[in-house]
């Protein structure tokens, strides 16, 4: 395994475990302790993990991904003002792509029934399948924290679809890191999703907003609608005007 790639494993690890030894690290990756040990260094210096007595944990601003669980009872008035906006997009629409996360699921909960829906979140269909005509899964592997269907099996899927519409999730919203998350994983399940979608829809209330995480998985001009509930930023706001994103921003219940 090359250094950099060593390095993002090693990022991955220490945020999907909330922390990681040097030698739980040494034992997964199969490296003595003193590289582990010379790559936290390098790591923190970099300010994508922290170092902690015997091991790291991860920042607060890159690397930390809060579980489902927590994230589905935060900002939920937000989320469902976001949600209610983005179901007018669907007029006309024929197939959508949900991706996992807590505002999507808001979405799909109030979808009608006359479109295809297509999701990576086992949660998400179970909740579609309730009203909508049909739902299809990508399959692939489920990462438990986030509840998200990832891995070549789900990238192989998005390889051979196209869809109309995507509703997009992010951890981050930053004018000059574009579209980020923690999870080179769903990076890439996210970044297939932007390059088979027609339109893009972004919902994202504003804690992501200002946000960096540790992958980019597109960039603002990727994105057509930026729905949120606050005013952006200044910078933010005209960069995606600059970029032709339609912006809807400050919505309510």
Do not use: W
């Not at 699921?105 to 999701?119: F, K, N, Y």
């Not at 269909?125 to 924290?145: C, H, I, Q, Y």
């Not at 027609?198 to 930026?226: M, W």
Request: glycine residues 6%; proline residues 3%; charged residues 30%.
């Amino acid at each position: 395994m090359l250094p950099e790639a060593r390095k993002r494993k090693i990022v991955e690890l220490v945020s999907t475990h909330d922390g990681q030894s040097v030698a739980e690290l040494a034992d997964e990756l199969d490296y003595s302790k003193a590289t582990i040990r010379r790559d936290l260094r390098a790591l923190a210096e970099e300010g994508l993990i922290e170092r902690s007595h015997g091991g790291a944990l991860p920042t607060s601003s890159v690397a930390s991904e809060r579980p489902y669980g927590e994230r589905e009872v935060q900002n939920l008035e937000a989320k469902r003002a976001i949600a209610t906006r983005a179901v007018e997009e669907l007029a006309d629409t024929e197939v959508v792509f949900f991706d996992a996360g807590t505002t999507t699921m808001e979405i799909a909960r109030r979808a009608p029934s006359d479109l295809l829906a297509v999701t990576n979140s086992p949660q998400l269909a179970v909740e579609l399948e309730e009203t909508v005509d049909e739902v299809k899964l990508t399959g692939g592997t489920l990462r438990s924290r986030t509840r998200a269907l990832v891995g070549p099996t789900a990238e192989s899927f998005m390889e051979r679809t196209n869809f109309d519409l995507l509703f997009l999730g992010t951890n981050g919203l930053d004018v000059e890191a574009g579209l980020t998350t923690p999870n080179e994983n769903e990076a890439r399940m996210k970044e297939l999703m932007v390059q088979k979608a027609n339109r893009v829809v972004l919902v994202c209330d504003a804690t992501k907003v200002g946000e960096r995480s540790f992958i980019q998985f597109a960039e603002l001009g990727d994105v057509d609608h930026v729905i949120t509930d606050a005013a952006l930023p200044n910078r933010l706001a005209e960069t995606l005007d600059a970029a032709d994103v339609r912006v809807s921003e400050e919505v309510t219940t």
